[in-house]
Every structure is written in structure tokens, then in C-alpha cells.
């Protein structure tokens, strides 16, 4: 198959990416004055609470994040699988975690710490080969007078966007790709209402600075490299086309010391297998605290991730989107690379312990576990009177692997499914 784009292959082949909302505002840790902002998200914290800028501002005085190594969030994501990074240079607040001539709101004028993250960040990542990204908010910015967001500080009626565009946003977004080397992708957000002939020029800036750096779809209109779905949202239906969902691993994007709602590494691999399986890429949050530590819990579960697909990770990277079935997979689902199918067990059949599943017209060449290689039994046949494709796969008593054992499928040609007739 011959895709257009050859500059987003190295993000198709990816499929899980890790993604780092790190500011001011991790300092304060979802909570204002002794409250809490509960479920509205820890780095909307300024918003939320209608925060002065004169007041927010005060966090940068003494952020200083001694425990941020940037070596260690690159090795991180090399050592769990996670091929590409995108970590927040400027969110809504405006505040830039980076060196900005273009604004002196930012890490290295405004903060006692004083480093370049971004800088760091972008050399420690080439160090571990994984890509670097940044995300940049690109009509948000609660400090500029004149972009959208901040109603509290600044009246709307004297807002005059075109003065945010040129004196902030385009020298911001020039800085980011003109300071650190190749960037893999830019992840803008929230376009809400920006007039699209801005959106037209900000996608054709980046693209005469850095013509290979993917733009995600949140830049509007359509104007992105691929789809961005919906913040923790996975889509009902495969797309062959380019998409991602961002996803949180408890509830908020920044810390939130209050939120211990994790997702269990269970959940993390079931969104991993349906997101790839529908053809997209999965790109999983960390929100690192005051001092720049990744929370533990999440590091954890991250790393029961990593584990599996050192092993599996052929059923992973470089798929493609996989055929849709005519019926629902409780125990989890395929993901495709040409005519191998990968069948993700993430819950156990009891016994006899046999897999069932119909619809796969093609006929299966040969099956094995992809942990060690051996060999497995299965039985396809066509009933004719029932109009019926049905495979059924002997498995074992126990599963190779508690948390997704994965079989793959050698088929003889493409999958060609049997759609029901009704
Ligand atoms: O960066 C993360 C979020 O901060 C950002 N996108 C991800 C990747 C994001 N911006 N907006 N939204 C997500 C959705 C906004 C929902 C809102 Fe609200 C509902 C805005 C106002 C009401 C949530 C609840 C935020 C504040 C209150």
C-alpha cells in the first residue's frame, strides 16, 4: 500500500507515544487556596479559579524543579516502548518552558531554576532515539492581552488577536522550530473559533521552517497531518486514515496530588489493542509534579506496558488499521501487518479453552504464540447453511502472558471478512 506523506512513517510505525504536561501550574497540584479543582483537570487550574495573572504569575518566582532530569524522562519512554514524546513547551497559561525572546514569561527569565526544558528534553531524547515533540497552544494564552481565554484579567472587547498572532505566537512557534534541532511533530490544541486564514498561515509557517514536522488535526479546519479524536476518546468504527487519541491515566492531564483514580495497566493494554486495532496511535499521559518527578503509580503502570511489548511488540509497531468483525471481541481484539493477523487475548477462555471467533473468510496458514514461538491448534471451516465463517483456536490452560497473550495468525493473503447478512 503506497501512502501519501512518506514524512509521517516514522509516526505510523510508532503507534505509542508518551505524553508529558509539565508547567507553573504542576506546582500548585490541582488545588487553590485549599481547593480542590476536582475533575476539571489540574492544568486548567489558573482558568478554573479565575486566577489573577498578577497572582498565577507569582508560581514562577519559586518554581524550582531540582528533581527534573530530562535524561531520565527520554530513557523512560525509550526503555517502555514509547517511540515519540510530546511535552508541553507553552499550555494555555502562556507560561513558555523554554528560552523565548519573544516573551519573557518563561521558564528561563521568570524562574529560579533557569534551564532550558525544551532544550534539555529535545537532546536527551535524540540521545535515546525516541522523537521529540512539543505542544504549543496556540489560540489559549490566559497571560497574552490579546489571545483568547483570560475574560477575568482583560476585557474581550479590547482583545486584538492579529497582535497575539504576530508578536507572540509566530516568534513562540519559530523559536520552537528553529532552536532544537529537528521537530517530530507540533500538537497544537483548543482552535475553538480562531479565524481560519490564521490557521491557514500558522500550518504554512511551520511548514516552510520544518517542512517534515507533522501538525496534528487540533490546528483546525482539517489543516493538520491526521486526525486528533477526541481527548480519552476511542472511536467505535476502524479509520485506515492517520489518527491518535490522547488519553490520561488517572483524570487530569497536569498533577493533581488529589487524583489516585489510576487506570490499571489492564485498561492502558485494552486501549492500546483497540486504538491500534482501528488504526490508530495511542499517546499516554504523565503529569510530573512541582519538583519534575514522574508520579509513581503512573511509572509503574507505564512499565507493566513496557514489559509486554518488549515481548509482543511486534503486535504493535508498524500495524496497520485491522479489518472490522462482524462481532464484538470481550476478550479483546486483532491488530494487522499485512497478512498477519495478532489476536489479543486479554481475557482468558475457561474450559475447554477454546477461542472462538467468526467472520475470517482467508484461510489461516498457521497460528503460534508470538511470546515463544510455538506452534497453535485451531479449526477453520464455512457452515454453509448457517452462511457461518467460524475459527476456533485451542489455547492452553493458562495464558503465556496474565495480561495479553498474543497468537498470531498467518494468513494466505489479505483478510477478507464475511460481513452478517441480514
Ligand atoms: O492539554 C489537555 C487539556 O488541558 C486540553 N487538551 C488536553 C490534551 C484541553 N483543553 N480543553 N479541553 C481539553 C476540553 C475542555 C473542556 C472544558 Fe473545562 C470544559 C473547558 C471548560 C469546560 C475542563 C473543565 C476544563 C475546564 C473545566
Redesign the pocket.
Known amino acids: 500500500m503506497i501512502r501519501e506523506k512518506d514524512f509521517m512513517n516514522w509516526w505510523r510505525e510508532a503507534k505509542f507515544g508518551m505524553?508529558i504536561?509539565w508547567g507553573i501550574y504542576s506546582a500548585l497540584a490541582g488545588s487553590w487556596n485549599g481547593k480542590s479543582c476536582g475533575m476539571?483537570?489540574a492544568?486548567?487550574i489558573m482558568?478554573?479559579f479565575r486566577i489573577p495573572l498578577k497572582e498565577y504569575r507569582r508560581i514562577a518566582d519559586s518554581f524550582n524543579p531540582t528533581e527534573f532530569d530530562a535524561e531520565e524522562y527520554a530513557k523512560f519512554a525509550a526503555d517502555n516502548g514509547m517511540k515519540y514524546m510530546v511535552f508541553?513547551a507553552k499550555?494555555?497559561d502562556g507560561f513558555a518552558m523554554y528560552k523565548s525572546k519573544a516573551s519573557s514569561y518563561n521558564i528561563v527569565d521568570a524562574t529560579p531554576f533557569g534551564r532550558d526544558i525544551v532544550k534539555e528534553l529535545a537532546e536527551a531524547c535524540k540521545k535515546y532515539n525516541v522523537k521529540f515533540c512539543v505542544?504549543y497552544s496556540q489560540y489559549q494564552d490566559w497571560e497574552d492581552p490579546n489571545a483568547n481565554g483570560n475574560d477575568w484579567d482583560y476585557n474581550e472587547a479590547d482583545k486584538d488577536f492579529k497582535i497575539y498572532f504576530e508578536n507572540k505566537l509566530i516568534p513562540q512557534v519559530n523559536e520552537l522550530l528553529t532552536q532544537y534541532g529537528d521537530i517530530g511533530l507540533i500538537w497544537f490544541?483548543?482552535p475553538y473559533d480562531m479565524p481560519r486564514e490564521y490557521c491557514e498561515q500558522l500550518v504554512e509557517y511551520v511548514k516552510s521552517i520544518q517542512p517534515n514536522c507533522i501538525i496534528n488535526g487540533r490546528v483546525g479546519y482539517y489543516l493538520g497531518d491526521y486526525k486528533q479524536m477526541s481527548?480519552n476518546s476511542i472511536p467505535v468504527l476502524s479509520y485506515p486514515g492517520d489518527w491518535e487519541t490522547?488519553f490520561t491515566i488517572n483524570n487530569t492531564?497536569?498533577y493533581d496530588k488529589n487524583d489516585t483514580d489510576w487506570k490499571d495497566p489492564k485498561t492502558i493494554m485494552e486501549m492500546l489493542v483497540k486504538i491500534n486495532s482501528r488504526g490508530g496511535n495511542l499517546l499516554l499521559?504523565v503529569g510530573p509534579d512541582e519538583l519534575g518527578r514522574i508520579p509513581e503509580r503512573s511509572a509503574e503502570i507505564i512499565q507493566v506496558i513496557g514489559r509486554w511489548l518488549k515481548i509482543n511488540g511486534e503486535s504493535i509497531y508498524g500495524t496497520t488499521c485491522a479489518p472490522d468483525f462482524p462481532y464484538m471481541m470481550a476478550w479483546g481484539g486483532f491488530t494487522r501487518k499485512s497478512n498477519k493477523l495478532y489476536m489479543h487475548n486479554l481475557k482468558w477462555p475457561v474450559y475447554p479453552y477454546i477461542r472462538h471467533f467468526g467472520g475470517l473468510k482467508t484461510k489461516i496458514n498457521r497460528a503460534y504464540f508470538l511470546a515463544d514461538g510455538s506452534e497453535v491448534e485451531f479449526i477453520q471451516n464455512y457452515e454453509p447453511a448457517r452462511d457461518e465463517y467460524n475459527v476456533r483456536v485451542k489455547l492452553p490452560e493458562k495464558p503465556l502472558c496474565e495480561l495479553n497473550t498474543v497468537v498470531v495468525l498467518e494468513l494466505d493473503g489479505e483478510p477478507e471478512i464475511h460481513q452478517l447478512k441480514i
Open positions: 505524553f504536561h476539571l483537570g492544568e486548567w482558568r478554573n508541553t499550555h494555555h505542544y490544541d483548543t481527548d490522547p492531564w497536569g499521559n
